[in-house]
């Protein structure tokens, strides 16, 4: 069974720094997208990067990037030049090709950017 | 583009009462939905795909007599939380799937159902 794997519960960064998010995933399926989505207080699920299995190269959205290693089944969101507006919830996600499109989300990280 | 709506933002309602929440994709087609509730401080749970013509299917433990789905339009999905109880109290949140290959899911902004 897929897993996504979230280990920190909270970060802080200072603004205008560059901060890691972490996430690691678990499939013996060898065609999945990851996803990063971010959810402030208001509640609304965010959409911020997708990352296909067989992408040769980084996904990179504006100020997002993301960190794929697919060896280690790690695949981290960089968030560069951190603004107030980013401190919210950041959710990872997995969708396994075949598998309904249904997708298996982490626990989450809640990062606060600080002055 | 891919914007979803969901109405209500927020519901209160009596215990045994019946709550309809809609979801719509505003400006794209999506064969597929999918409704989710989320507890505070928690991930996303979902609930059940929602498809098209067809009906829902259930994610193990959902009482699917309980949250009734009906997919009736490429546009509109709409769950209903039937009888509900204050344990039924949490956040509901719809996504729809744009289209190939990343099939990503943009959300709605989700329904507070609070349930005296």
């Known amino acids: 069974a897929q897993k996504i794997t979230q280990t920190q519960p909270g970060m802080f960064v200072q603004e205008k720094e560059a901060v890691t998010l972490d996430c690691t995933y678990d499939t013996s399926d060898p065609s999945y997208g990851l996803f990063w989505y971010k959810q402030p207080s208001s509640g609304e699920m965010i959409f911020l990067i997708y990352q296909g299995s067989y992408d040769q190269q980084n996904a990179t959205e504006g100020r997002y990037s993301l960190n794929f290693q697919k060896a280690r089944k790690s695949a981290n969101l960089v968030i560069s030049a951190s603004q107030l507006g980013d401190s919210a919830m950041y959710f990872c996600?997995?969708?396994?090709?075949?598998?309904?499109?249904?997708?298996?989300f982490g626990t989450g990280t809640q990062l606060k950017v600080e002055l | 583009g891919a914007v979803v709506s969901q109405h209500p933002s927020w519901v209160i309602c009596k215990s045994g009462t019946s709550v309809k929440i809609e979801c719509r994709s505003l400006d794209f087609q999506a064969t597929t939905m999918f409704w989710y509730r989320q507890f505070p401080k928690q991930s996303l749970m979902l609930m059940a795909t929602s498809n098209e013509g067809s009906k829902a299917t259930y994610e193990q433990g959902v009482e699917k007599d309980k949250f009734l789905i009906n997919h009736a339009s490429l546009t509109l999905s709409t769950l209903t939380v039937t009888s509900a109880h204050p344990e039924d109290s949490s956040f509901y949140i719809c996504?729809?799937?744009?289209?190939?290959?990343?099939?990503?899911?943009?959300f709605g902004p989700g329904t507070r159902l609070l349930v005296l």
């Open positions: 996600a997995m969708r396994l090709t075949g598998g309904g499109n249904k997708l298996t």
């Open positions: 996504s729809a799937t744009v289209g190939p290959p990343s099939e990503t899911q943009y």
